[in-house]
């Protein structure tokens, strides 16, 4: 299936908590799989909206599997789970959420989507690190418009300043999206074959080249790796950018992550 994903901030307004769950039913109506964060607020309400809808959502959390966090939608997950969804962590057993584990898993959210909504956020918000993270690996970046006094809005109001689409309702997601969008033949809607997705994708998806933070970056990685202390200390660059860009390499399999936080070259075939 072809998914999208519904973001925003945990303390959303009634119009935000309204209109994550209209995307999330609209879409996954329209066979898309919505995949969010898991977290209270706009993600948790895309969520609803989708299986409202018997849809398919995938929840992606900032934290272990047996760290389960937010509690309050522990319950949540569940449904996700029995409506043939999933609720995935890259994180080894035990890993608790911090302010790590967050920006991490919005690579995530941003890898496994076509397109990424902006909902309702402010602009100091984790959203708009998931959004900088898509634009940064080729993803379509869209948001929804609130009130322009609304500091609820603020980040989604920039985005849209900025380039984002501007998106009112579904069908304005899945025109965005329409080069992702299922190809419905005759002997699906027969219960038959499940719809393909379009010949486009694998070439509107495929990695952009590199930035020249990037490049700085690549510059230092070798077959046998490197740690990540020793990646700052040769490139100069803040500890949080190199991480940041490491992650984004990973998503585009241009470095691998060893043990040791240490990264290297892909492994010659």
């Known amino acids: 299936m072809p998914c999208v994903a519904l973001v925003g901030t945990r303390r959303a307004t009634a ?7 209209r995307f999330g039913y609209d879409l996954a109506q329209a066979g898309w799989c919505v995949v969010s964060g898991l977290a209270l607020g706009i993600d948790a309400e895309a969520h609803k909206g989708a299986l409202a809808a018997n849809g398919v959502s995938v929840g992606v959390l900032g934290s272990a599997l047996d760290r389960f966090y937010p509690e ?6 569940r449904e996700i789970v029995k409506h043939h969804g999933a609720v995935v962590s890259e994180f080894p057993f035990g890993r608790e959420p911090d302010q790590q584990t967050f920006p991490q898993r919005n ?3 941003a890898a496994l989507s076509e397109g990424v909504v902006a909902v309702e956020a ?5 959203t708009l690190i998931t959004t900088t ?14 009130r322009v006094d609304s500091p609820r809005s603020a980040g989604c109001l920039d985005l849209i300043r900025n380039g984002a689409t501007l998106v009112r309702c579904a069908s304005d997601v899945l025109e965005a999206l329409s080069e992702f969008a299922p190809i419905v033949r005759p ?16 070439v509107a998806v495929a990695a952009p080249a590199f930035t020249l933070e990037e490049s700085i970056v690549m510059r230092e990685v070798t077959q046998e790796g490197i740690s990540m202390d020793k990646l700052v200390q040769l490139t100069g660059l803040d500890p949080g950018k190199v ?3 490491c992650m984004t390499l990973r998503l585009k399999e241009r470095v691998r992550f060893l043990a040791g936080n240490r990264i290297a070259l892909p492994r010659q075939a």
């Open 187 to 202: 002997e699906s809607a027969k219960g038959g074959k499940k719809p393909e997705r379009a010949a486009k994708t694998a």
């Open 107 to 109: 690579h995530v959210v």
């Open 122 to 126: 402010p602009v100091k918000s984790g």
């Open 243 to 245: 991480g940041s860009i």
């Open 15 to 21: 119009y935000g908590l309204d209109q994550a769950n």
């Open 72 to 77: 309050q939608n522990r319950e949540l997950a």
């Open 133 to 146: 993270i898509a634009a940064e690996i080729g993803r379509t970046v869209m948001a929804v418009p609130g």
